[in-house]
């Protein structure tokens, strides 16, 4: 049967997936208790719609760094698509290209930043890892500026890897055909025992991510290129207001799906003091757990210029390939459109704090 809303991707992929592959896409660190918060944290919140408003006609576009966009939802950057399609990250970008809005590439994806821009024209920022090794870092940033991403996107939640307990027991290791290929011949994972370390990728990240990053590596990256930062991974309000000093474009508020540190606060949550805290210095995006239409315009409510989909987005891909991700992607923009129609919004711009309550 044909999914009717983006949950009903999950059992699809599942069937389509090696379980491995899908636990590691679907799982989140400990006992998942931040995952399943990130939906609660939605379900907490009830919306308060006006009524005898004229939306005959409901414009869902939007603007995110200086870029128009069909609607308030970019595709997140999730590590290794091939996992889920051999198609990847090439079907990702051309169905978000279709789907008019911008796509974030993982430093992690299983197809060449250069082959990912080539495969659709449409608005992509690059997502960043910092490796220890600087020149690796700086690299990436050259070849995601030469390629025209039009925006670097800084993950600040991963000095170490979150502790996923399904990866640790399937020993999850990547298939000999998914590899990280922005690096290849950098990163080998080759020879790295995954029993030693829990999984393939925490070897991976411990032993080549930075760990001792801080504030003034961030002045660096802004010394090395001329894109607009975005730092993806906030939580505190003080870090928000760090961000918004160090002069950064914008940020993700975001406790990366649930995958991290176990128990945190969901961005939902926080939004409300991130906003007021930073004001308009910075554009502020948020992710985890954003399923409905209505989600969206809850987040939108509290303050997010726009928001980020993560998991959705490659159940779709495992589903049906690009034409899955594509109607990922179209069942969102109707759900996006009918709330704002019954919430009494002709637009984007007529979602206020107003609109919704705690339960
Ligand atoms: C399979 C998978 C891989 C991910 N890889 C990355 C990544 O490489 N870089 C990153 O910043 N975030 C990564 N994330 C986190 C997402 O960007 C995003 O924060 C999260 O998925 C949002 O929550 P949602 O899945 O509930 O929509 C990944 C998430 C998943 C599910």
Known sequence: MDPVNLSEFEPLARERMAQQAFDYVSGGADDEISMKENRAAFARLALLPRVLIDVSTVDTSTRVLNQDI?????????????????????ATARATTAAGTIMIVSTLASHRLEDIAAAAPGPKWFQLYCYKERSVTQELVKRAETNGYQAICVTV???????????????????????????????????????????????????????????????????????????KGILATEDAKLASEVGVAGIVVSNHGGRQLDGVV???????????????????????????????????????????LGRPSVWGLAADGEAGVTKVLHMLRDEVELALALCGCPNVAAVSSELVRSR
Request: proline share 6%; glycine share 8%.
């Open 157 to 231: 939640d991963v000095p170490r890897l979150g502790r996923r307990e399904r990866d640790f027991r399937n020993q999850f290791t990547l298939p000999p055909d998914v590899v990280p290929r922005n690096f290849e011949g950098v990163a080998d994972l080759a020879g790295i025992d995954p029993a030693e370390h829990g999984s393939h990728l925490t070897a991976h990240i411990a032993s080549l991510l930075d760990d001792s990053l801080t504030w003034d590596d961030i002045d660096w990256l802004k010394s090395i290129t001329t894109l607009p930062l975005i730092l």
């Open 70 to 90: 069909s609607f308030p939802v970019m595709v997140a950057p999730t590590a290794f698509q091939t996992l889920a399609h051999a198609d990847g990250e090439l």
């Open 266 to 308: 969901t961005a939902l949550d926080v939004l409300p003091d991130i906003v007021s805290a930073v004001g308009d210095r910075v554009e502020v995006f948020m992710d985890g757990g954003i399923r409905r239409g209505t989600d969206v315009v809850k987040a939108l409510a509290l303050g997010a210029r726009a928001v980020l």
